[in-house]
């Protein structure tokens, strides 16, 4: 994989991981960094392109009649390069590498920014002037405007053969945890039982918890002399006696 182009990537939400593409930059010691890729800046302000925006540096006089929520300059679309993106993207699949590179190359897509900018009128008296400032912090907070995945992909493909490896490897994992889980609670439970009622029965009832159908969906209590099983997920339980 080279600088400068797109690739695909596992975004290894804990609880949900997805698929997602970017602008491959480099490979670091532990992982690879990628670039977030957005559309290109469609705001006008006072008719100006926000990016050519520049804050002004000469205060001028208020309107006449001014307060708090009067508006001092205008916020607008660029109508014809809105349609133009909506039309673009809107026919693109996220599964089309080139097209996405494309779309790069021609600027149509670019790099997201470290920060958000925004305008805020600077008061000063009975002045004012229009600057573009930056947020004290990234994009989103805990966000950054750069991925550091382990593993990048030359196709979508190749990306969803990795993920579904990754949801096997961790339902697996989540099963193996859940059986723990369900033999400790076994062990407690016996461990109950025979100092009420001695250790003759103790492999029996063992073996009846084990073969138990998906016995990791349900909880085992100890009450009053009994061993109870009841499922996790039911709100009002239904206990069935065991031993």
């Known amino acids: 994989m080279q600088s ?3 690739c695909y990537f596992v975004n290894d939400w804990p609880l949900k991981p997805y698929i997602t593409f970017g602008l491959y930059e480099y490979k670091g010691m532990c992982a690879h960094t990628v670039s977030k890729l957005r559309t290109p800046e469609v705001r006008l302000i006072n008719g100006v392109p926000f990016d050519d925006f520049e804050s002004e540096t000469e205060f001028k006089k208020l ?9 001092l300059w205008e916020e607008s679309v660029d109508q014809v ?12 699949k996220v599964t089309d590498r080139l097209t996405i590179q494309k779309l790069y190359d021609n600027g149509l897509l670019v790099k997201a920014p470290v920060v958000d900018l925004f305008i805020e009128a600077e008061i000063d008296h009975d002045k004012y002037r229009i600057a573009k400032k930056a947020h004290g912090w990234p994009i989103c907070y805990g966000e950054s405007n750069t991925y550091h995945p382990d593993e990048v992909f030359e196709s979508y493909e190749k990306a969803s053969m990795y993920l579904n490896e990754l949801k096997a490897k961790r339902y697996q994992d989540g099963m193996y945890c859940d059986l723990l889980d369900a033999f400790e609670n076994i062990d407690w439970v016996l461990e109950k039982y025979e100092i009420d009622h001695g250790g003759r029965e103790i ?8 073969s138990s159908p998906r016995i990791w969906e349900y909880m085992l209590r100890y009450y009053n002399g009994q061993i109870l099983k009841g499922k996790r997920d039911e709100k009002n339980k239904t206990w069935e006696v065991v031993a």
């Not at 492999?203 to 084990?210: G, S, V, Y």
Request: avoid cysteine; aromatic fraction near 18%; charged fraction near 30%.
């Open 203 to 210: 492999e029996t009832i063992r073996q009846k918890l084990l």
């Open 81 to 92: 390069k809105y349609r133009e993106y909506k039309f673009l993207f809107g026919s693109v």
């Open 4 to 6: 400068g182009e797109i």
């Open 63 to 71: 309107p006449k009649g001014w307060a708090y929520n009067t508006p």
